[in-house]
């Protein structure tokens, strides 16, 4: 039996894209959604802090910097 893995942000590399499908639901999804994270959104990974804790990211129009915990939230395609 194999188990699908859900891709997340954390899992672009920078310069990559990748469309939003969906958010984990918790303390952080009506924050990111607020911020403009949602479905069906594009997110290109800027770049990735130099220990990994923190991820720079651009959406349409404006660029975020996210947490490892929140970056986690976000399912990607």
């Known amino acids: 039996m194999i188990l699908e893995t859900k891709k997340n942000v954390m899992d672009l590399q920078p310069g990559q894209s990748s469309v939003i499908t969906s958010l984990i639901e918790n ?10 994270i949602l479905p069906r959104t594009t997110v290109k990974m ?18 975020l910097a996210i947490r490892a915990e929140e970056a986690k939230t976000i399912i990607i395609e």
């Open 27 to 36: 303390v952080y999804t009506s924050k990111l959604m607020a911020l403009g």
């Open 46 to 63: 800027i770049r990735k802090a130099t220990f990994g804790n923190v991820f720079y990211i651009k959406l349409e129009n404006h660029q």
